[in-house]
């Protein structure tokens, strides 16, 4: 089956057909650093490097571009409250920002370009974009006229007649219609600003990403993704940019992630419910909170709750136990030949199964439940007086490819309790033979208060941390 996905331009999921066999080249929009980074921008970072994983599952090379805006207004109001220069605050909040998403297991991008250092490319661009006809110079602004450009709206389905009735020229603009905007503006006193052919300044919003993705990824890419609220104006104004200034598609697949909730209410500052990524990671497992951003197919909002999330948590842990569970039989298991290939055949039909799930539009939430029924059935094959080690492996490397696809990692074994605490098990287990069961309970205790949980099994005594 092929990877289908939904493309945003076409309103429809379409067969992913890469612009150079075995190769994929993504781009994807990323934060505006003058602040921690909130769990909004957490969910396109997790998504969309479930999405580069799955290629690369699937045997793809892949392209994963993502930038930082490192200069704009937000950020300049942050450095002047802050006392402190514009490149001084955004390289703290690039850091943060990778150590946040570095946490979640998001891999290293191939490239991160910054806005600073694509400043030459975004002047050429701009330049160009003037000579074509399609913006134009204003005291020291330059702005782009969508008016020019053909098909203006086709990606957020709306005509340039209604984008026209929502638009207005606010106070200080220079722009000849209500829809034209900055490419570039003229530097206020006291801004950080670049030379440039219309005088100091800066790069408008939108045109970064389009001089981005032609000087790394070329002129049209395969897909270029983000959230939801970026399909307009930001995405629109890419293409515009770029099809004008390139004459060709610009992007063959556009993918947007859904809305984060929280408690059913939209996630804003005035509404005093903004959480920051890194206070939950303080907070919790940051791979329970991939899982649960996981858990819900991309496209749709997410309503985050505690309560939800502590259900992640357990869900993630029955998962994980079932892997231990597989490596702890694993030592007493023999090469069964007469039953391997029964339960071969079964986690092959699985093993398909995940990817049917996963080529219809990455649903992860669906990819999921095939994960449990796997661990589900795993647990049933541990009942068995005799377990074979080729099926105990096949059931641990079928775990971890689909944890690999969505970015969780099976933790190491525990190391080895020190002689103090073997000593405890070791005299509850006698305590045990010997039907003292107060003392068992009170050694129980006793290691529970060490963080170190038992767990009574056919094969004997297992213990984990807590």
């Known amino acids: 089956m092929s990877i289908k996905i939904y493309n945003t331009l076409t309103g429809q999921k379409e067969v992913f057909k890469p612009l150079n066999e075995g190769k994929v080249s993504i781009y994807v929009c990323g934060p505006t650093v003058y602040n921690y980074i909130h769990i909004g921008n957490a969910r ?19 392209d994963y571009v993502l930038n930082f805006t490192d200069v704009d207004d937000k950020l300049i109001k942050a450095a002047n409250e802050l006392g402190e220069e514009v490149p001084e605050v955004a390289g703290r909040f690039i850091d943060a920002y990778l150590e946040d998403v570095g ?8 490239r991160n370009p910054r806005v600073t250092e694509t400043m030459d490319d975004i002047i050429q661009f701009i330049e160009k974009l003037i000579e074509k006809g399609y913006a134009y110079e204003a005291e020291g602004d330059v702005y782009f006229k969508p008016r020019q450009f053909d098909g203006y709206g086709k990606l957020s389905h709306q005509s340039i007649d209604e984008l026209r009735a929502g638009s207005r020229i606010q106070v200080g603009e220079k722009k000849k219609d209500p829809l034209d905007f900055a490419l570039w503006k003229q530097a206020k006193e006291g801004e950080i600003a670049w030379d440039s052919p219309w005088g100091k300044g800066r790069p408008g919003w939108h045109i970064e990403c389009s001089a981005m993705v032609k000087k790394y990824l070329g002129d049209t890419i395969d897909i270029h993704a983000g959230g939801q609220d970026l399909a307009f104006p930001h995405h629109e104004n890419e293409i515009a940019q770029s099809e004008a200034m390139n004459g060709k598609t610009f992007a063959n697949y556009w993918m947007h992630n859904g809305y984060i909730n929280i408690d059913n209410e939209k996630m804003s500052k005035s509404l005093g419910n903004f959480v920051l990524t890194r206070d939950l990671i303080n907070q919790h497992d ?6 649960f951003m996981l858990s819900v197919h991309y496209r749709h909002p997410i309503n985050f709750t505690e309560e939800l999330l502590k259900s992640a948590e357990n869900s993630l842990e029955r998962i ?5 569970n597989l490596a702890h039989r694993k030592a007493s298991s023999m090469d069964l030949v ?5 339960w071969m055949e079964k986690i092959s039909n699985w093993k398909q199964q995940f990817e049917d799930e996963m080529d219809d539009d990455f649903n992860t939430a669906n990819g999921i439940s095939v994960l449990f029924d796997v661990t589900k059935e795993a647990n049933v094959y541990l009942q068995s007086h005799q377990t074979c080690s080729h099926v105990i492996e096949a059931f641990q490397e079928t775990i971890q490819s689909f944890l690999n696809v969505l970015g969780i990692e099976i933790k190491e074994d ?19 033979k010997a039907r003292n069961f107060e003392r068992a ?16 099994t056919p094969q004997g005594v297992r213990w984990k941390r807590g």
């Open 44 to 62: 396109p970072a997790i998504v969309f490097d479930t999405v580069r994983r799955y290629f690369e599952y699937k045997g793809f090379t892949v």
């Open 103 to 110: 946490a979640l297991g998001v891999k290293k991008a191939t």
């Open 286 to 291: 940051p791979q329970v909170l991939r899982f």
């Open 320 to 324: 994980t136990t079932a892997y231990d």
């Open 338 to 342: 007469d039953h391997k290939d029964r």
């Open 414 to 432: 525990q190391p080895l309790l020190d002689e103090d605490i073997e000593a405890l098990i070791e005299e509850r287990n006698e305590a045990r």
């Open 441 to 456: 309970d009170e050694i129980r205790d006793m290691l529970k208060d060490k963080n170190i949980l038992l767990e009574d």
